[in-house]
Each structure stands twice: as structure tokens, then as C-alpha cells.
């Protein structure tokens, strides 16, 4: 196999699991060039990533940082931009499978562009889906491309599901995160070190705070919905806490599949690579024998409302789900700060797309068509969650 790869976000979590796995692969004979590699600001990351990736393109986020760029990739041979455009660019350049990995509404237009090339798109970013779910499924059949799931939890499902037309419902698993057993009282006084401190994966500071409120979970429902076409009644959600199984599908003759693994990234991003092959990586193996039990509880929607936040979005519409997403990241980005408490961020959520509605609910409304309407609904979502969490404008 030999592929041509770029990565849009090469510095968070799945982005580094994504240098990992290619080095094993090259490691092992296979060829893989690299065309380009992304990200917001860390300099120092990016050029770690270049020396072991050596890229033809590098575009960091942060215009102003475009001379400090070229300085620190200077010997490399790496064409460097910054700004907007450079990410787009990125996402545009002749790869024929290209990691979408930007945190947030920003990976929107890079990973478009990528779409529209008709390539294979490794989708890692939820927003794409949580945001702009009908521009991007339109967009993927209309120019031919090949959207791979990288969550494990869709990943899973990506896997077993061997006949689409037969299926029941599926079941998305969540650990449960860190505050699984912790009272209402208990998690009002969480910091945001306990709240990053998953039991079971790691990742990046606002995920990890998603998973603990559940509305990673929420946003994944939403994710799968867009993904594989079923209804949001045949989309479940059950606390697994040993993260073994990562998905279910249930099929009409009460057969019932399940993709299970090590909580290791590497695994579904390594999957989402190669496939429609396998490769051999390095991961840890599923010793079922010293795992011992697999346990399962349905989700406390009282202690965690999230999940009940996203399916009342994703019911309402695209523009709902994309308020839900914009909304969610100004009340993690606050409680990181300090300006809010952890029960704070579904309340901030809540009360924004209530004020949205109060407001008239035009823009909740109506489907967005473009992505300047999904911008519309997004920073109108944005301005009502500060509004809600009391955060100046310019905060």
C-alpha cells in the first residue's frame, strides 16, 4: 500500500497517534508521504512533526506567527503558510487521505476542502457533522468521497456493520467518564485538572471535559446520525466503564456485534489508514481473561443532562445541533478558565439555545444551506452562551 497523507491538526491527541502509527507503517516497508500537516499555534510541535513527517506544506493557525514559522522550520524543506487560508490550503493539497483533527468549528472549511477533492476523509473532528451534518454528507456523495470514522465509538460501528439495511438500532458506549459515581454536589465544586482526568482514555483538555459532562457522547449520537443515516431512536447510549467494547450493532434477527479493543486511538486511526486493508500495529491486546468482567449501566440523565441536551438538538434540526456544538465550546473554554463551575456548562448550553428560541428562533428554524449560515447560527450561538455565562464579548 502506498499512500499520500495530510493531517489538519497534527498537534493534539489523535494528531500525534496519527505520527505514531505512520511511523510504525513506514517502519514496516510501507509508503506513506506526507503532503501537508496543520496547526493553531504550538510552533514547537509542528516542527517536531515536520522533521518526523517531512512534509511539503506546513500551515500554522495564527497568522501573526507565519516569520516565527518559517524560522522554526527553517532547513526542512517545508513550504510554510499561516492564517485561514493556509489551512485550507492544507486540506486542499493532492493527498489521497487526509486525518481531520482541528479541534472545533475551525476544522469546518479545511476538512470541506478536502471533501471536495473526492478523497478519503478520516473524520476525527465532530464538528464537521455536529455542525454542518447535510453540507458535508452532500458535499461527500456529490464529489465521491470516502468519510472514515475515527472515534472509536463510529469506528466500531464502521467495522461491524455488514448489512446496513438489517440493523435494529446501535448502541454507542461511553466509560462514564470521571465523575461516573460522583453526586451533583460533588462534581459543582469539580476543578478542571479532575474534570481532564479521563479514567480510561487520553486526550485533549476540552474533550476530556465533554466526556465528563457526557456531551461528548451527545455529540457523537448527533456524529453517528449524520454518518450511517439512522434515525435518533435507533441510536442508544450505554456506560461501559472498562471502554472494551466501543460499539454495538444490533441486527433484526437479535444478533448483536460488537467491536472490541484496548482504549488506544491508534487502533481506529490505524484502521481508518489502511483500510480497506489492516495493518499490524502495535497496540496492547485485549486479555479478556485479566480484564475479567464487562460491566454495563444505562446513563444518569439527571446527574448528566448533556446527552439529553444533544438528542433534543439533533430532534429539533441542523441548526439546533450546530447551536448545541457552539455553544458547548464557549461553556467548556469558560470552565477551563475559571469563569464557571462544571454543572455550569450544560446549564450555559441550555440557556443559550433557550435564549436563541426567545429570541424567535429563526435562525434555529431554518436549515442551514452554506457554510455563512452554519457561521450565522454558530456565532449567534456563541453570543448568547457568554451572554447566558456572564463572559464580556471580547472574552
Same mark, same amino acid.
Given at each position: 500500500?502506498?499512500?499520500?497523507?495530510?493531517?489538519?491538526?497534527?498537534?493534539?491527541?489523535?494528531?500525534?497517534?496519527?505520527?505514531?502509527?505512520?511511523?510504525?507503517?513506514?517502519?514496516?516497508?510501507?509508503?506513506?508521504?506526507?503532503?501537508?500537516?496543520?496547526?493553531?499555534?504550538? #510552533?514547537?510541535?509542528? /516542527?517536531? /512533526?515536520?522533521?518526523?513527517?517531512?512534509?511539503?506544506?506546513?500551515?500554522?493557525?495564527?497568522?501573526?506567527?507565519?516569520?516565527?514559522?518559517?524560522?522554526?522550520?527553517?532547513?526542512?524543506? $517545508?513550504?510554510?503558510?499561516?492564517?485561514?487560508?493556509?489551512?485550507? !490550503?492544507?486540506?486542499?493539497?493532492?493527498?489521497?487521505?487526509? &486525518?481531520?483533527?482541528?479541534?472545533?468549528?475551525?476544522?469546518?472549511?479545511?476538512?470541506?476542502?478536502?471533501?471536495?477533492?473526492?478523497?478519503?476523509?478520516?473524520? /476525527?473532528?465532530?464538528?464537521?457533522?455536529?455542525?454542518?451534518?447535510?453540507?458535508?454528507?452532500?458535499?461527500?456523495?456529490?464529489?465521491?468521497?470516502?468519510?472514515?470514522?475515527?472515534?472509536?465509538?463510529?469506528? *466500531?460501528?464502521?467495522?461491524?456493520?455488514?448489512?446496513?439495511?438489517?440493523? !435494529?438500532?446501535?448502541?454507542?458506549?461511553?466509560?462514564?467518564?470521571?465523575?461516573?459515581?460522583?453526586?451533583?454536589?460533588? &462534581?459543582?465544586?469539580?476543578?478542571?485538572?479532575?474534570?481532564?482526568?479521563?479514567?480510561?482514555?487520553?486526550?485533549?483538555?476540552?474533550?476530556?471535559?465533554?466526556?465528563?459532562?457526557?456531551?461528548?457522547?451527545?455529540?457523537?449520537?448527533?456524529?453517528?446520525?449524520?454518518?450511517?443515516?439512522?434515525?435518533?431512536?435507533?441510536?442508544?447510549?450505554?456506560?461501559?466503564?472498562?471502554?472494551?467494547?466501543?460499539?454495538?450493532?444490533?441486527? $433484526?434477527?437479535?444478533? $448483536?456485534?460488537?467491536?472490541?479493543?484496548?482504549?488506544?486511538?491508534?487502533?481506529?486511526? /490505524?484502521?481508518?489508514?489502511?483500510?480497506?486493508?489492516?495493518?499490524? $500495529?502495535?497496540?496492547?491486546? #485485549?486479555? #479478556?481473561?485479566?480484564?475479567?468482567?464487562? +460491566?454495563?449501566?444505562?446513563?444518569? &440523565?439527571?446527574?448528566?443532562?448533556?446527552?439529553?441536551?444533544?438528542?433534543?438538538?439533533?430532534?429539533?434540526?441542523?441548526?439546533?445541533? +450546530?447551536?448545541?456544538?457552539?455553544?458547548?465550546?464557549?461553556?467548556?473554554?469558560?470552565?477551563?478558565?475559571?469563569?464557571?463551575?462544571?454543572?455550569?456548562?450544560?446549564?450555559?448550553? !441550555?440557556? *443559550?439555545?433557550?435564549?436563541?428560541?426567545?429570541?424567535?428562533?429563526?435562525?434555529? *428554524?431554518?436549515?442551514?444551506?452554506?457554510?455563512?449560515?452554519?457561521?450565522?447560527?454558530?456565532?449567534?450561538?456563541?453570543?448568547?452562551?457568554?451572554?447566558?455565562?456572564?463572559?464580556?464579548?471580547?472574552?
Amino acid at each position: 500500500m502506498s499512500r499520500t497523507v495530510s493531517i489538519l491538526g497534527v498537534t493534539g491527541s489523535v494528531g500525534q497517534s496519527t505520527i505514531q502509527v505512520i511511523e510504525e507503517l513506514r517502519a514496516q516497508g510501507r509508503e506513506i508521504e506526507v503532503e501537508a500537516v496543520t496547526a493553531a499555534s504550538r #510552533l514547537d510541535v509542528l /516542527a517536531d /512533526a515536520c522533521r518526523r513527517l517531512r512534509p511539503k506544506f506546513a500551515a500554522i493557525a495564527d497568522p501573526t506567527l507565519l516569520n516565527q514559522a518559517r524560522q522554526a522550520l527553517s532547513g526542512l524543506g $517545508v513550504e510554510v503558510g499561516a492564517g485561514s487560508q493556509a489551512l485550507d !490550503e492544507a486540506g486542499a493539497r493532492p493527498a489521497d487521505w487526509v &486525518m481531520s483533527a482541528i479541534v472545533g468549528a475551525a476544522g469546518l472549511a479545511p476538512t470541506m476542502a478536502a471533501v471536495r477533492r473526492g478523497v478519503h476523509v478520516a473524520l /476525527a473532528n465532530k464538528e464537521c457533522l455536529v455542525c454542518a451534518g447535510p453540507l458535508f454528507i452532500e458535499a461527500a456523495k456529490r464529489h465521491g468521497a470516502t468519510l472514515l470514522p475515527v472515534d472509536s465509538e463510529h469506528n *466500531a460501528i464502521f467495522q461491524v456493520l455488514t448489512h446496513p439495511e438489517r440493523v !435494529e438500532r446501535v448502541t454507542l458506549t461511553a466509560s462514564g467518564g470521571p465523575f461516573r459515581t460522583w453526586s451533583r454536589e460533588q &462534581m459543582a465544586a469539580a476543578s478542571p485538572a479532575q474534570a481532564c482526568a479521563h479514567p480510561m482514555w487520553s486526550m485533549g483538555r476540552k474533550i476530556s471535559v465533554d466526556s465528563a459532562t457526557l456531551m461528548n457522547k451527545g455529540l457523537e449520537l448527533i456524529e453517528a446520525f449524520y454518518l450511517f443515516g439512522f434515525s435518533s431512536q435507533m441510536i442508544d447510549v450505554i456506560v461501559h466503564p472498562q471502554s472494551t467494547i466501543h460499539s454495538l450493532v444490533h441486527y $433484526v434477527d437479535g444478533s $448483536v456485534l460488537a467491536q472490541m479493543a484496548s482504549p488506544d486511538m491508534r487502533i481506529p486511526i /490505524a484502521f481508518a489508514l489502511t483500510w480497506p486493508d489492516r495493518a499490524t $500495529v502495535s497496540t496492547a491486546r #485485549l486479555d #479478556l481473561a485479566k480484564l475479567g468482567q464487562l +460491566t454495563f449501566e444505562a446513563p444518569d &440523565m439527571g446527574r448528566f443532562p448533556a446527552l439529553g441536551l444533544a438528542r433534543a438538538a439533533l430532534d429539533r434540526g441542523a441548526a439546533a445541533t +450546530t447551536a448545541l456544538s457552539a455553544a458547548n465550546e464557549i461553556a467548556v473554554d469558560a470552565f477551563l478558565g475559571g469563569r464557571i463551575g462544571f454543572l455550569d456548562i450544560c446549564r450555559t448550553v !441550555e440557556g *443559550a439555545l433557550n435564549q436563541m428560541e426567545r429570541d424567535g428562533g429563526g435562525l434555529l *428554524a431554518k436549515l442551514p444551506l452554506s457554510f455563512d449560515e452554519v457561521a450565522a447560527v454558530d456565532q449567534a450561538a456563541r453570543r448568547a452562551a457568554r451572554s447566558v455565562a456572564g463572559i464580556p464579548a471580547a472574552a
